[in-house]
Antibody, heavy 119, light 108 residues
Framework: EVQLVESGGGLAQPGGSLRLSCAAP????????MTWVRQAPGKGLEWVSV???????YYADSVNGRFTISRDNSKNTLYLQMNSLRTEDTAVYYC?????????????WGQGTTVTVFS | EIVLTQSPGTLSLSPGERATLSCRAS???????LAWYQQKPGQAPRLLIY???SRATGIPDRFSGSGSGTDFTLTISRLEPEDFAVYYC?????????FGPGTKVDIK
C-alpha cells in the first residue's frame, strides 16, 4: 500500500530545533517530488518546502534559512530539519508526494505530526 | 509570489445543490499546475483535481475543474452529505507553491 508515515513532532522552545521524518513504504521517495505542508491551528494550508527527484530544493519565505528538507534514499525517508523555531511555526506538519513532476498535484499525504513551539 | 484568492469564503448549500467555487491567481498560472484539494476536520487533505481539470484517482465525476490563466473553478454538480468540507486550490507554476485561503462548504 502506498502511504506516508510521519514522526518527530513534539514540543520545542523558541530558538530550538526538531527533525521531522516521513517514511514511505510502498514507493520510492527519491523518484518523486516530495513536499512538506503545514497547517496552524484553525488556519489554512501553507506550503513549506519541496525536494525534486534531482535533488533541487525550494522553501517558503517564512522558513527559508531555518528549515532544511532532505532525504535518505537508503531508508526511503524524507526529512525536515527545523532550526531557530518560532511560536508561529506551531502547526500540524504533513508530508506529501507530488509525483514525478509538478503536474499531478499532491496525491499521497501522511497523517500529520504536530509541532508546538512555546515559551 | 503568486497569490491565490478563493471565493466565496463560505458557501451554504443543501444536499443535491450545485456548488461553484472560484480560485483567482494574482498572475497567470499554467493550467497544468493548478490543483484542488478537499479537507475534512481532523484529516489530511485529499487531492481532487490536478492539471486544472483532471480528476484524481477515485474521485467521483460530480467533481469537475475548469479554467485557465488567472481564473479557475471547482464545480460539485450535486452535493452529497460527505462533500461538506473545506476546499483549497494550489498552484505549482512557480515557487513558492502557494495555496488559496480555502472555501468552506457547509450545510444550509
Amino acid at each position: 500500500e502506498v502511504q506516508l508515515v510521519e514522526s518527530g513532532g513534539g514540543l520545542a522552545q523558541p530558538g530550538g530545533s526538531l527533525r521531522l521524518s516521513c517514511a514511505a513504504p510502498g514507493f520510492s521517495v527519491s523518484s518523486n517530488y516530495m513536499t512538506w505542508v503545514r497547517q496552524a491551528p484553525g488556519k489554512g494550508l501553507e506550503w513549506v518546502s519541496v525536494i525534486y527527484s534531482g535533488g533541487s530544493t525550494y522553501y517558503a519565505d517564512s522558513v527559508n534559512g531555518r528549515f532544511t528538507i532532505s532525504r535518505d534514499n537508503s531508508k526511503n525517508t524524507l526529512y525536515l530539519q527545523m532550526n531557530s523555531l518560532r511560536t508561529e511555526d506551531t502547526a500540524v506538519y504533513y508530508c506529501a508526494r507530488l509525483g514525478n513532476s509538478r503536474r499531478g498535484g499532491m496525491d499521497v499525504w501522511g497523517q500529520g505530526t504536530t509541532v508546538t513551539v512555546f515559551s | 509570489e503568486i497569490v491565490l484568492t478563493q471565493s466565496p469564503g463560505t458557501l451554504s448549500l443543501s444536499p443535491g445543490e450545485r456548488a461553484t467555487l472560484s480560485c483567482r491567481a494574482s498572475q497567470s498560472v499554467s493550467s497544468s499546475y493548478l490543483a484542488w484539494y478537499q479537507q475534512k476536520p481532523g484529516q489530511a487533505p485529499r487531492l481532487l483535481i490536478y492539471g486544472a481539470s483532471s480528476r484524481a484517482t477515485g474521485i467521483p465525476d460530480r467533481f469537475s475543474g475548469s479554467g485557465s490563466g488567472t481564473d479557475f473553478t471547482l464545480t460539485i454538480s450535486r452535493l452529497e452529505p460527505e462533500d461538506f468540507a473545506v476546499y483549497y486550490c494550489q498552484q505549482f507554476g512557480s515557487s513558492p507553491f502557494t495555496f488559496g485561503p480555502g472555501t468552506k462548504v457547509d450545510i444550509k
